[in-house]
């Protein structure tokens, strides 16, 4: 009697922890997902930054060019 008692709680044990290894495969396919986001919206801080910090390289040496006696 006790054998089956054993048998059954094993069962019992391998079927959970088959559905925790299903959870976290899908928890692992969700941070993946998350993860492949971010570096995205990463990606794109950093173009829109650079771009930013060209824009003024160029406009500051425009304007240290420029001869603002002629303007006036």
């Known amino acids: 009697m006790e054998m089956m008692d ?3 709680r094993i069962a019992v044990l391998e079927h ?3 559905d925790v290894k299903k959870d976290i ?3 692992s ?6 993860h ?3 570096v995205k919206k990463i990606g794109e801080i ?3 930054r650079w771009m930013m910090i ?3 390289v ?3 040496y425009v304007i240290g060019h420029l001869k603002l006696e002629r303007l006036f």
Do not use: H, M, R
């Open 6 to 8: 054993t048998q059954a």
């Open 36 to 38: 492949k986001e971010i």
């Open 25 to 27: 495969e899908q928890l």
């Open 29 to 34: 396919d969700k941070v993946d997902c998350n």
């Open 58 to 60: 160029i406009i500051g």
């Open 54 to 56: 060209g824009g003024s």
């Open 16 to 18: 959970e922890i088959k």
């Open 46 to 48: 950093e173009k829109f």
